[in-house]
């Protein structure tokens, strides 16, 4: 089994900052992939940010350079540092990772409880 603990979120202004983290562990043989998705009230989940294993991390274009994903692979952790935040940001962030329990196992994709993140005046 693997456990996803997320922290941080809360409520900013526009303009202010926060920083989520989430750590995974448990049964880990690799990480594939490390991502944040947010879901808006009335809204369908959507990716915020993602990073593959040696690859590149990718955002959506509306985050685009105020977002910055990060990973610690010692910890199994992925961050995400938001600055410049706009009320539209206003979402339940979800993290997400892809491993591989096994050198054999298929993929598998495990997602966090939920943070909820506010921006307001």
């Known amino acids: 089994q693997v456990q996803l603990v997320e922290s941080g979120g809360g409520l900013a202004q526009p303009g202010g900052s926060l920083r989520l983290s989430c750590a995974a562990s448990?049964?880990?043989?690799?990480?594939?992939?490390m991502g944040w998705y947010r879901q808006a009230p009335g809204q369908q989940r959507e990716l915020v940010a993602i990073?593959?294993?040696?690859?590149?991390?990718n955002y959506a274009g509306s985050v685009k350079g105020r977002f910055t994903i990060s990973t610690d692979d010692a910890k199994r952790t992925v961050n995400l540092q938001m600055n410049g935040l706009k009320p539209e940001d206003t979402a339940v962030y979800y993290c997400?990772?892809?491993?591989?329990?096994?050198?054999?196992?298929?993929?598998?994709?495990?997602w966090g409880q939920g943070t909820q993140v506010t921006v307001s005046s």
């Open positions: 990073i593959t294993s040696g690859g590149s991390p």
């Open positions: 448990g049964s880990i043989f690799s990480v594939i992939a």
């Open positions: 997400n990772v892809v491993i591989k329990r096994s050198l054999w196992d298929r993929t598998n994709d495990y």
